[in-house]
């Protein structure tokens, strides 16, 4: 049982794509990111609320343009290099560098212009914004303040562990920071453990033989239900309270599975055929059957949980595979037989990808692929590793239709800027236009910019209702199911409280006492499925 300085393990699917923290992206890095990394400000898992870090106090100016810092003195990084040199604007800089393609940093870019940081006291710092930012100070939670003298560059960890071995696809070894600035009620610093070890296992049977050992104290996502027989008691889901603004219930959960067409590949641009795609899924059989009920049908950009962002005018896409039939004869296409002909009488055939050794991935594809047959389109299934998947997602776009995961890391729409902007990197049916291709890319564009700077919360829904309305009518993603949050926590572990923003099986290191563990962002995680195209990050 792990106690006061002793180690804990966990595991993720993956190995981190990025230790810089400025350009994490995946789960596992930001994981990592998480653990190590120090905020100005640290956004409660449970509440939702922004809470000191370090920075003790904050002021928001000018309807969000202008935020000013009071920092915590005192501060040091590993080796004992003191903070003040940090102070000095070096982590925004780098962060809001164009080259830099950061999707932390497109959350801040409500307009067009630079910032200007000014350092108003030894403790005091000001960055003001070309224009207002919405929900500014909880942005500042994902910035890892980086150091501009260490020479241990971006690892200099202020955070409670710092990054000690990696072991290429095996595993991830934090250490416990020596010099973290937190103390629990009875002064003694935090955190309590030693070190966590962070495995790396892409199969989840294994990972459930070594949870029944002993080996793995947390486990993220329980995926199918039959896996439950793996897992004591314990281990059967949590039933999530109420949080402002989101409930917990059957399909609640925050991470999507979706099917993305890239656009720039001949044949599948057509919005038609997106929609026809759309309709000749059937979204029910896939929570039933690969889910084992565990899932939901989706609707669109973010899930009902999420109850004030959320469009109530939206339904989920109905199964109709004459419907889908109608419009694409509608625009041109022919069914002969059981083989669907385009305009140019070619048949009609294109591959999804999706990540090698996730059963229901793999299954949901086949699924998907016998639903096309239906209407006779021909569908190849493809399986690749998932570091390989990206890699054709976000740089060669070698891709024709990709079905992942992606989890929605926070409630705010602010956060999904680096998806829906046409000019962001992580645009994936058609990233990183110079201007936009479309009209209705072009609306999302003005509609994200404009809720982005305003300070006023109810204008902000109008604008994020109309994005979920255009993605609903274009499906650029076409969403197919939210899946129930499943999760394993062995009974080492204490004080586990749900959460919906990730990480999720992380620990907390602040007020535990000696002997107990306790998660800082839920052993919890919301999910759908599509086929794919990311809404934040890809899982």
């Not at 890095?29 to 509440?47: A, K, M, Q």
Request: charged share 25%; glycine share 6%.
């Amino acid at each position: 049982m792990p106690r006061a300085g002793e180690s804990c393990a966990s595991a993720c699917a993956l190995s981190p794509r990025h230790l810089y923290p400025l350009l994490v992206e995946d789960e596992a890095s930001e994981t990592i990111r998480y653990l190590t990394g120090g905020v100005l400000v640290r956004v409660n898992r449970i509440t939702l609320k922004a809470e000191p870090d370090l920075a003790t106090s904050w002021k928001v100016s000018q309807g969000g343009k202008r935020i000013r810092f009071k920092l915590r003195e005192g501060l040091k990084v590993l080796r004992r290099h003191s903070f003040f040199r940090l102070r000095r604007g070096y982590t925004m800089q780098q962060l809001m560098d164009p080259a830099l393609h950061s999707s932390t940093g497109d959350a801040f870019r409500s307009a067009e212009g630079k910032l200007v940081t000014q350092v108003i006291s030894s403790n005091e710092i000001e960055i003001n914004f070309p224009a207002p930012v919405a929900n500014l100070i909880n942005l500042f939670d994902t910035v890892a303040i980086l150091s501009a003298t260490s020479p241990q560059k971006e690892m200099a960890a202020l955070g409670p562990f710092y990054f000690a071995e990696r072991k290429a696809g095996s595993y991830i070894q934090l250490k416990r920071n020596p010099y973290y600035w937190k103390k629990d009620g009875a002064g003694k610093q935090l955190p309590y453990l030693d070190s966590i070890r962070l495995d790396i296992e892409q199969n989840p049977e294994i990972e459930a033989m070594r949870y029944k050992r002993g080996e793995v104290h947390l486990i993220n996502t329980v995926y199918h239900r039959r896996s439950l027989k793996s897992f004591p008691p314990i281990a059967l889901p949590f039933v999530m309270p109420a949080l402002p603004r989101i409930q917990s219930s059957s399909g609640s959960t925050r991470f999507r599975v979706r099917l993305c067409l890239h656009t720039r590949k001949p044949g599948l641009a057509p919005q038609i055929f997106r929609r026809a795609i759309s309709e000749a899924i059937n979204r029910s059989d896939l929570a039933r059957i690969v889910y084992r009920g565990h899932a939901v049908p989706a609707i669109g950009i973010i899930s009902p949980s999420n109850k004030f962002w959320f469009n109530t005018g939206l339904t989920p896409h109905a199964y109709d595979t004459s419907s889908a039939l109608r419009r694409l004869q509608h625009d041109g296409f022919q069914l002969q037989g059981d083989i669907l002909k385009d305009k140019a009488g070619n048949p009609v055939e294109f591959s999804i990808a999706t990540n090698a050794g996730n059963r229901a991935r793999e299954s949901m594809a086949t699924m998907i692929q016998q639903d096309l047959k239906k209407i006779g389109i021909k569908v190849n299934v493809v399986t690749l590793d998932f570091n390989s998947l990206l890699e054709r997602m976000t740089q060669t776009y070698n891709y024709e239709a990709c079905l992942l995961g992606f989890q929605n890391v926070e409630l705010d729409p602010n956060s999904q800027m680096a998806v829906w902007l046409s000019s962001a990197d992580n645009h994936q049916w058609n990233p990183s236009q110079k201007s936009p291709a479309t009209q209705w890319e072009a609306e999302i564009d003005k509609l994200m910019r404009a809720q982005a700077a305003s300070g006023d919360e109810h204008k902000r829904k109008q604008y994020w209702d109309r994005v979920q309305q255009i993605a609903w009518e274009q499906e650029p993603f076409i969403y197919l199911i939210n899946k129930d949050a499943l999760v394993a926590i062995a009974p080492a572990v204490k004080n586990a409280e749900p959460s919906v923003v990730s990480p999720a099986n992380v620990l907390e290191c602040g007020d535990a006492g000696p002997g107990t563990l306790r998660t800082y962002g839920p052993p919890f995680r919301q999910t759908d499925d599509r086929l794919q195209g990311q809404t934040t990050r890809p899982v």
